[in-house]
């Protein structure tokens, strides 16, 4: 008997001691397989260096914790899931933290805790509420701050669309949230070497106007803005030393300096040129675009403006005449001069004449709201994008070497009117029935990539006289031309002082009682990181996560069949496998 009870002792000591050994040796050696189709627990290639490359500890304090609807409950799990694995590949230096921070706070503690994370760029959001529960009692706070070297970032994990449902909401969130934590990490690590440039000189939106866009840039870029007009002393201030030395030479001076200090900047943005370019102001934009320099055109080929509108609520729409019709066009792009109408649009707000001077808030046609609808990763998975004025782009094939992407279009009851155009508020009272908007699709923002020719390739003239080489093509490079020069502008409270995020209308929040914010600075940062980060990290945005969702009418038509398999079954089962056990024993030790 003592032999036995010794056996059995040594027997459990082996197997602790395996028990043991086997968690030290999972110390040790981690490793986990990726099962899924879409390999969405595996980190891209992008991801893992901005883990790797983290020199101090980064903190993520995310809110995302509570009692809240399953919906969120999965955004909350696959959340944890990504931040361990960049915590696996990163190690110590990846820490993080889910708190609920209103649990057994006041109504008056919680709103101040809602205000302060609001204040920081946090989104708030209720769930459905029950009959009995109260409004103020839930919150959700699908976010986090995020801690590294001293600064702080806002990160947030929902994406939300008006007149999504829930669960694709939060399908398109998880599918973008290794793309967000990468951007924060990247985002900390920014060492800013790349130089964006924004023209000027040519009318272009004024500093107020594009400072937000700038704000957010300036997180990633060193951004300047470069004077191109050759007439303007702010252009030619910086020459004039040398000029002085050599004025025989000073139109050579001016354009070889000017060339010389576009080639530093990665990318130029042209937002809403307002003035014509000169010849020779075109061939400095495409010399830079020879040797390898991207732009970003934001082109409105109609004066129309808002704030033209007469007393009689009307004005001319013309076409602005800015002598880059025959650049683009050798490009493999037109702007056409005309007005593209929209019965998927923003509205503006009016004064309810019946109702007395209570403004009211009606759909304008000429505010396209385009939902792009691509997979690729500029555009992926991004919400609504506010046009003002927008004009229809034809892309042309003047090269079999170049690739146009449509990344922005109308919807599929739109329309197009030429120049000269009147524009009037009188079109509110119109019918607008969706046989009156026959076209659909109309591209209002191109992604131009490949080979490009130079239009001044073949003038024999301007070869002779330039004082630097002229290249003729490129073999591979890339643009992108947006009709609308009002993309990148935000409201601004000029008498305050106050500027407004891009895309925010805060006449419609005024009018809704909430923010109304359209994605366009999501759009533009895309844009701007497609054509010049290295990184790769604007191709995570291409990953796709299935939503594999349960059929819902078949659920309903078919839940008593499937409780009766879940409850009963099992049951029958354990019962059958008892009675054949103990008739097996029987028979075994009956002999």
Partial sequence: MASFQSGRLFQLIVLLLIVVGANMLSELIYGRFDLTREKKFTLSETSRELAISLEDPIYFHVFLEGDFPSEYRRLKRATRDMLNEFRRVGGKNIEFKFEDVLSGKEIAEKEDVLRQLSGKGLQITQPELEADELAEEKYIIPGALVFYKGEEYTLNLLKREFGKP?????????????????????????????????????????????????????????????NLNLSDTAATKPYWSAIARDTANSGAILLNGILTDLQSYAALIVAKPRISFKDEELLLLDQYIMRGGKVIWLVDPMIAEMDSLNRNGRFIATDRALNLENLLFRYGIRLNPDLVQDLNCHGIPVINRRGGNKPGFQPWIFYPLLAPDSEHPIVRNLTSQWIQFGSSIDTLGTSSRSKRTVLLHSSTNSRTVSNPYEVSLDILAAPMLPELFPKANVPMAVLLEGAFTSPFAKRQAVKRNVPFELKDTIAHNAMIVISDGDFVRNQVNREGGEIYPLGYDRYASRQFGQPVQFANKKFFLNCVDYLCDDSGIIEIRSKKVVLRLLDKVRVKTERGKWQIVNMVVPVIVIIVFGLLNTVYRRRKYAR
């Fill in 166 to 226: 829930l669960e694709e909401e939060i399908n398109g969130s998880i599918e973008l949230l290794e793309y967000e934590i990468a951007n924060v990490l990247r985002k900390c690590a920014a060492g800013k070497q790349v130089k964006i440039g924004f023209t000027d000189g040519h009318g272009e939106l004024e500093v107020m106007e594009i400072a937000d866009i700038v704000r957010s840039l300036e997180d990633f870029y060193t951004v300047h803005r470069i």
